[in-house]
């Protein structure tokens, strides 16, 4: 099962390396990792997306919590919740694919955000699914970069991971 | 006053209560070794090598409880010492490790004697910490005793910068941290202890196992209330030795891989398990989908993640063994009840069929030294109670097995990461903590060479250490798998080329004493115990084909334990793999 797991720790430096430590020494897969500080300068917020059964994802949340570095934690996926997550797309836009690309990126309500002769930049929020789709349809014409945040997420409601 | 961030170290230490540190000099500690130069509260052990003040520190955290305190320079002084961390971390051991470090500045120009200390210990530390402002120095000391020592203890080190060493800050020691990301749950869940509770009552075949939380925790009193009560049979792993009464007839022995005949065939035959303060290891589960098919199982331990990490567990109780045991016996004292008596007789007539069946047996006449002989033989002559320390491989297993432990912080062993080199270090900061006591080291020829510098030490301080040498010219663990799985390829686990350990001990100025008779065996350890002010190197020429017995070999269950041909009158099949 694949499980969105949002973390708050201490905003240190080393931090980072001991929960990406914690995944390599005990063979965890990490699917993404997204970190960045939060409004409280002291907490950094980390989004892991991995995958495991029920064993392994229950294994994960202890040894997680037991570094000292950790606040707190939440599995998103055990709730209602929203993820996201950002892709920047360079693609060739020349000829026919000029029109094209800008259809597609109003179908699947996405931006331009920069444009030359022969390229465009493009940017799209969403799920995984979602963007995933969007680069399949990107096929019309020559990708030249994708680049993707890895997943976001919050919980829906009044579910909030704060401290 | 403001002080230096080297004298804050040795403040720190001196407010914290640290009587010894164990450590070894060099450029990026030299402040801190200037400032402990000039004080006399904390005393300095000065080591032969970084892994041995990692491991006399251990020695001697787990002897007193205390947390054992190491002092090292930065690159090489701290990889040394990153195995006698690792032991430490893998027996949950309370430490804190002070490592010098490169000036801020210099930190990431592959300067000399640089090395990423946090990074290299951070997957074997609870947690490290590098200063990096002398302001913060006092607070990040005493954060790393209380780590160290609380919840499931471990080692933690602080890294220390040199020019942060020499900067100066007000010196202020908290009497007490908080830290919002750490806070080890001490009680037991109420509800959870009901239900544990509601099966060891109704159990008709329980087995009570417990491992060193029981140590960790000093929680031994409340265990022999307990089983006292109970009646359950009670197994002690390897790291719990001592936590029961080895003399108690409840007592069935060690479990595991070398355990008794008894504990393993009662783990593997019980219907409901109380498993306190130890976390189902291999060496003790054997073959997991053999382990203990009938046993509804109750797990203590201060460590959630300990918790459903191996086996399946029906009442999880995350808590303090010391706590969570007081909690169980309030309960079972509330009910006021007690197990039927005559299920528990039947299972302890089961037990007692299993126990005569007297798996430790072995060749009492034979014409070469028994290394099973010597241990037995060292406990009597101690009364049990000496502090024994041992290595690693088969004379740790025979010392586990003939030394009968009747009180915690009496054994002192290796068992997680199960390191050669540990014993006469670890010996040397328990006869430290415990000048008069009769401390053993029990190791073999190829153990004891792997610290044997630490000889040097124990003369410097006078530490009259009996290390107790089964010399059977093999690393004979290696030798006994070589024999059993590799068709007696014995593929490197000769010692050859050994030193004269009489003449060795000799020129380190303490006593040597080499015996090669049985006869000679319980005189020689007399005569060697009797030398209370001198190190004493005992070195026995024993029988170099002995085997460690009953065995459970990898991906066995618990119940196809390999049998001593002395054990039983049926002769065993030799092939076990």
Redesign the interface.
């Known amino acids: 099962m694949r499980h969105i797991i949002s973390i708050l720790l201490e905003n240190e430096a080393g931090a980072l390396s001991r929960v990406a430590g914690l995944f390599s020494a005990r063979g965890y897969n990490i699917e993404s990792l997204t970190v960045a500080a939060t409004d409280d300068p002291t907490l950094s917020r980390m989004t892991l997306v991995t995958r495991g059964s029920d064993d392994i994802i229950e294994q994960i949340v202890k040894q997680l919590n037991k570094l000292v570095d950790v606040v707190k934690l939440q599995d998103l996926t055990e709730g209602a919740h929203i993820e996201r997550e950002l892709m920047l797309v360079k693609v060739k836009a020349v000829d026919v694919a000029r029109e094209e690309v800008k259809r597609l990126v109003d179908i699947f309500r996405g931006r331009i955000i920069d444009v030359t002769d022969s390229t465009y930049t493009l940017e799209l929020t969403g799920t995984v699914e979602k963007l995933d789709a969007f680069v399949k349809a990107l096929e019309v014409t020559e990708i030249k970069e994708v680049v993707r945040s890895g997943v976001t997420g919050i919980a829906r409601g009044e579910r909030a991971l704060t401290i | 006053m403001e002080l230096t961030g080297a004298e804050i170290v040795m403040r720190c230490l001196r407010d914290e209560g640290v009587e010894y540190i164990f450590g070894y000099p060099g450029g990026a500690a030299l402040h801190i070794y200037d400032a402990l130069y000039q004080q006399d509260a904390v005393k300095h052990i000065l080591v032969r090598h970084e892994q041995g003040a990692a491991h006399a520190a251990d020695g001697y955290a787990r002897a007193t409880g205390r947390p054992g305190v190491v002092l090292v320079t930065s690159g090489p002084g701290i990889t040394n010492a990153v195995t006698g961390i690792a032991t430490a971390y893998m027996d949950s051991i309370p430490m804190v490790v002070i490592s010098g470090q490169v000036p801020t500045h210099l930190i990431g120009d592959d300067a000399f004697q640089e090395v990423d200390a946090?990074?290299i210990t951070?997957?074997c530390v609870?947690?490290n910490f590098?200063v990096k402002d002398v302001a913060d120095l006092a607070t990040t000391m005493k954060k790393a005793f209380y780590?160290a020592s609380s919840g499931r203890p471990g080692p933690v080190l602080v890294d220390i910068p040199k020019d942060v060493t020499a900067q100066k800050a007000e010196y202020i020691y908290p009497s007490s941290v908080s830290?919002?990301?750490?806070a080890p749950v001490a009680k037991g869940h109420p509800k959870q202890i009901k239900r544990a509770v509601d099966l060891l009552l109704a159990a008709e075949r329980p087995i009570i196992y417990t491992g060193g939380g029981i140590v960790l925790s000093e929680a031994e009193d409340e265990l022999r209330e307990l089983v006292g009560y109970l009646g359950h049979p009670c197994t002690n792993t390897l790291m719990g030795l001592g936590s029961y009464p080895a003399d108690n007839e409840l007592f069935v022995g060690m479990l595991g891989m070398h355990g008794t005949y008894e504990a393993n065939m009662a783990m593997h035959e019980c219907d409901v398990m109380l498993a306190i303060g130890a976390r189902f290891d291999d060496r003790i589960t054997g073959d997991l989908a053999k382990f203990a098919p009938y046993a509804r199982i109750i797990h203590v331990d201060v460590?959630?993640?300990s918790i459903?990490?191996n086996v399946k567990v029906e009442v999880p109780i995350v808590g303090d063994a010391k706590s969570v045991i007081r909690d169980l016996m309030k309960e079972i004292e509330r009910r006021g009840q007690k197990p039927d008596p005559a299920k528990l007789e039947k299972w302890w007539k089961q037990i007692n069929e299993w126990r005569s069946l007297d798996c430790f047996s072995y060749d009492r006449t034979a014409e070469v030294i028994k290394p099973q002989f010597v241990i037995e033989q060292l406990y009597k002559l101690t009364g049990g109670d000496a502090f024994v320390t041992s290595d690693v491989g088969q004379h740790q297993m025979w010392a586990a097995q003939f030394y009968r432990f009747n009180k915690i912080r009496r054994w002192i062993n290796s068992g997680g990461l199960g390191t050669m080199g540990f014993g006469l270090p670890a010996a040397m900061g328990v006869q430290l903590a415990y000048p008069d006591a009769t401390v053993a080291c029990i190791t073999g020829e190829a153990s004891i060479i792997m610290c044997i510098q630490e000889l040097s030490t124990c003369k410097q301080y006078d530490l009259p250490i009996k290390i107790i040498n089964l010399n059977n010219r093999y690393m004979g663990m290696v030798r006994q798998w070589q024999e059993f799985f590799y068709d007696r390829r014995y593929s490197h686990s000769y010692m050859d080329a050994l030193p004269d350990f009489v003449a060795l001990a000799e020129s380190f100025g303490h006593v040597g004493m080499a015996i090669e008779k049985p006869g000679d065996v319980q005189s020689a350890l007399r005569e060697g115990l009797e030398r209370k002010d001198r190190l004493v190197f005992m070195d026995f020429i024993t029988d170099q084909t002995e085997n460690v017995y009953p065995m459970i070999a990898a991906g066995k269950g618990h119940h196809e334990m390999h049998l001593s041909p002395d054990a039983d009158d049926t002769p065993q099949e030799r092939e076990l793999a």
């Open positions: 946090v990074g951070r997957p609870k947690h590098l780590v830290m919002r990301s750490y460590d959630p993640s459903g990490k």
